[in-house]
């Protein structure tokens, strides 16, 4: 099997800076080993009513699903979210 991703769909509170939150995910990704890459993206093309308030997307990619699990449950992962 190849390799497992987790999408992320992303409605911020206001006020959240996002370029924050992107540099801390950039970090998790240099200090967990199971988090193979981080990707994201903002939705400026969207319609309002299709986007539903959700501005950004978050891809993880990892090398199996058992990484994932890994990550989910490692301190670094618990104390950014």
Do not use: C, Y
Not at 1 to 27: D, P, R, T, Y
Request: charge should be negative; aromatic fraction near 12%; glycine fraction near 6%.
């Amino acid at each position: 099997m190849g390799e497992f991703k987790h999408l992320v769909i992303v409605k911020f509170k206001e006020g959240v800076v996002v370029e924050e939150v992107i540099k801390g995910m950039e970090k998790l990704v240099s200090e967990i080993d199971a988090l193979k890459s981080f990707e994201w993206g903002q939705d400026i093309e969207s319609h309002e009513m299709l986007r539903q308030g959700f501005t950004h997307a978050f891809l993880m990619t990892f090398n199996k699903k058992e990484d994932f699990t890994a990550f989910q449950a490692h301190p670094n992962h618990e104390n950014f979210i």
